[in-house]
């Protein structure tokens, strides 16, 4: 099973909003990542947690605040976004972080448009 | 310069037609290579995985991977209309993380 869920699919917010997106895998996977896409681009790298604990942030503002409650879930809290903050937002998974062998494998996203 | 390249496109090919798709990558100690298909709106979804220089097969898709050329691609044949989407070619290098190209988006045309 390569799945991997999020909730919700979409989601509107006004910018002094706080609302979470969620993502779950149960592949036993011990590495997960938060991605934003924008339109037309490939999807950028936001955070990476390795067996529960965040192992890179690649400089998001911290109006986006990661959490790994456990091995399956991941959360990403958002408060006080910009409207330029709307994006697809991807969870991905794979076994472990930096393996040769490393297989990511996307859920289908959180459309997220911020007004 | 880029760390990942692709043929921006867009790339249109008949119905039935081999599309070949073409990356290129800058860091030499690169050793995952992965082909990432996209349909507009959707996430993004793995179709090929390569580690070794040469040939894999997979159905209809075919990667290629030259290291001393640094460049890997992907042939679909007999390109289906439902295979247009956008591709993504990424790239895990000294990082360990997914470098991913800007995407080659392929139109089937019936």
């Known amino acids: 099973d390569t799945e991997v869920t999020q909730t919700p699919k979409h989601l509107v917010m006004g910018m002094t909003n706080k609302k979470s997106l969620k993502c779950e895998q149960h592949?036993?996977?011990?590495?997960m990542y938060w991605y934003k896409q924008k339109a037309k681009k490939p999807p950028e790298l936001m955070f990476v947690?390795?067996?529960?604990?965040?192992?890179i942030n690649e400089s998001v503002p911290s109006r986006f605040s990661p959490e790994c409650p456990n091995s399956s879930l991941l959360n990403l809290h958002l408060h006080a976004l910009q409207p330029e903050d709307s994006a697809l937002y991807l969870c991905?998974?794979?076994?472990?972080?930096?393996?040769?062998?490393?297989?990511?494998?996307f859920g289908p996203g959180t459309r997220l448009t911020v007004l | 310069q880029k760390e990942v390249e692709q043929n921006s496109g867009p790339l249109s090919v008949p119905e039935g037609a081999i599309a070949s798709l073409n990356c290129t990558y800058s860091?030499?100690?690169?050793?995952?290579f992965f082909w990432y298909r996209q349909y507009s709106g959707k996430s993004p979804e793995l179709i090929m995985s390569?580690?070794?220089?040469g040939d894999k097969e997979d159905g209809r898709f075919t990667a290629q991977l030259n290291k001393a050329s640094q460049y890997v691609s992907l042939l679909i044949r007999d390109s289906q209309p439902s295979d247009s989407a956008t591709y993504l070619c990424?790239?895990?290098?000294?990082?360990?993380?997914?470098?991913f190209g800007s995407g080659t988006q392929l139109t089937v045309l019936p």
């Open positions: 991905a998974s794979s076994q472990v972080q930096g393996a040769r062998y490393n297989e990511q494998f």
């Open positions: 592949m036993g996977h011990r590495a």
């Open positions: 947690y390795s067996y529960e604990k965040l192992s």
């Open positions: 860091d030499r100690v690169s050793q995952s």
């Open positions: 390569i580690y070794s220089n």
């Open positions: 990424a790239v895990s290098g000294s990082a360990r993380q997914l470098t």
